[in-house]
C-alpha cells in the first residue's frame, strides 16, 4: 500500500512518514499512517481491512523518496487483507486516472 502520484503532487514535497507497527489490525477505511508535506498533513486510509504484516523503515528514514518514487520502492506498508470481498471496491489504474481527470475539471 501507498501513494499514488497525484496525491504526491497534491502534497508537494514530503517532509514526514508516521508508519504503524508491524502486527496492527485496521478497518477498511480507518486511517493507517500519516504523511506530512510542506503544504499539509494527511491521514492515508487502509483501502481494505487487514494486519499489517511490514513497513517500509527506508520512507520512514528517507520521507523524500515518496517524492522521487512512489510506485517503486517507496511503498508504505504490506497489508494481509482480512476480507477478500473488500479487493472488490477497489479502482483499476486506469478508473482511478479517470477520476483525477474529472476532478480537474
Do not use: R
Not at 499514488?4 to 477498511?28: H, I, N
Not at 477505511?29 to 494486519?51: D, H, M, Q, R, W
Amino acid at each position: 500500500m501507498g501513494l499514488t502520484s497525484f496525491a504526491v503532487d497534491e502534497l508537494g514535497d514530503v517532509v514526514f512518514v508516521e508508519l504503524p507497527e508491524v502486527g496492527a489490525k485496521y478497518e477498511q477505511g480507518e486511517s493507517i499512517c500519516t504523511v506530512e508535506s510542506v503544504k499539509a498533513s494527511s491521514a492515508v486510509y487502509a483501502p481494505v481491512g487487514g494486519e499489517v504484516i511490514e513497513v517500509n523503515s527506508s520512507v520512514k528514514e528517507s520521507p523524500e523518496k515518496l517524492n522521487k518514487d512512489p510506485f517503486g520502492e517507496s511503498w508504505l506498508v504490506k497489508l494481509k487483507v482480512a476480507n477478500h470481498d473488500h479487493l472488490k471496491s477497489l479502482l483499476s489504474a486506469s478508473d482511478y486516472e479517470g477520476l483525477v481527470e474529472q476532478s480537474k475539471h
